[in-house]
C-alpha cells in the first residue's frame, strides 16, 4: 500500500470524506480536516461560480489558524471534486482557481482528463479519480492520474455494482498507488477492513450527511439516522446514471420505488424533458442518495464526534478469537 507524503503525519484515522453534492459546504470540510480525515465538496457546490473562490479562501484560512493553534495535531489536507463530464461548461473556470489556490487534492469524476492531471502536478497537487470498474480504473491512470477511488456496490450516490472483495483484490494485482474505498463503510470497524482488504483509505460520505455541518435538510439527515440498507434503491432513472437512494425519498415524491423506469443512460438527466417541462422529481434535491451502510449512522451529531466515535472503533477493532 502507498501512502503519499502529503498525509503523513496529518490523519487521525485514513478516511477520505466523500464530496457530496449541495452538502458538502465550507463547515463540514473545515470541520472534518481540523478532525483530522481528508475534507472535501465538489466545486459545482459554489453557486454563483465566483463563490468558489471564496471558499478556498475561507477553507485555507481557518486550517493554517488551527494549525498554527495545533501544531502538535495539523489538520487534514483538503480536496476539490471536479466533474469532468462535458456538461460541466464550469469545469476551465473552476480548475483555474484551484490552481491559483494551489488545492492539494483534486477528485475527479465522470471522465479521465490527462490535462486536469497534467495541471494539478504543475501546482503540486495529486489526482484520485473514482471509478466502478477496471476499464475506467486503468483509463485513469494512463492518464495520469495519481490515485483511485473504488465505488464498489453499497456505495452512495452514483456506485458502482462490484463487490469490494473483488474489486480491490484486483486492483492491487496491477496498481501499488494508494488506492480509496467506498461502499457502505459507516463505521471505524469497516475503515478498518477497508485497510485489510489493501485500500490506504476508506471513502465516506453517507454518514456525513447526518452530521450537524452538512447542507442538507433536518428531514433528510432525519432519514439517513433512521434508515437502514433496506431502505436504499438503485436506480438510474434520475441522473441517467445508476445510483443508490433512499426508498422512502422515492415514496414521498409519489413515486413506486419497486417498479421504476429505466433511464437513457445516454443522456444525463437534470430534471426536465426536452420541451423543458418537468419530467420526474430531482436528484439530490427531492430524491435523495444514500449509501448501504446508512444502517450503522443512527443519529445527527457534530462532524468531529462522528470521526471520534469511527476513530474509537478504529481503534478497537481486532479480530475476534476463532
Known sequence: MSMPALFKGRLSIPVIGAPLFIISVPELVIAQCKAGIVGSFPA?????????????????QELA?????????????????????????????DLALCEKHK????????????????????????????VINQKFAHKAIEKGADGLILVAAGAGGHAGVISPFAFVAETRQWFDGPLALSGAIGNGRAIRAARLLGADFAYIGSAFIATSEA??????????AASSAEDIVYSNLFTGVHGNYLKPSIVAAGMDPENLPQSDASKMSFGTDASGERAKPKAWKEIWGSGQGVGSIGKIVPAAELIARFKKEYDEAVDPPL
Open 44 to 60: 459545482l457546490n459554489a453557486r454563483p461560480p465566483d463563490l468558489l473562490e471564496q471558499w478556498l479562501v475561507r477553507i485555507k
Open 65 to 93: 489558524a488551527h494549525d498554527k493553534a495545533h501544531p502538535d495535531s495539523p489538520s487534514a489536507p483538503f480536496a476539490v471534486n471536479q466533474i469532468v463530464h462535458r456538461s460541466n461548461n464550469r469545469l476551465e473556470h
Open 103 to 130: 488545492v492539494p487534492i483534486i477528485i475527479t469524476s465522470l471522465g479521465a482528463r490527462e490535462e486536469l492531471n497534467q495541471a494539478a502536478h504543475r501546482w503540486g497537487g495529486i489526482v484520485f479519480h473514482d
Open 215 to 224: 447542507n442538507a435538510v433536518a428531514p433528510y439527515k432525519q432519514m439517513i
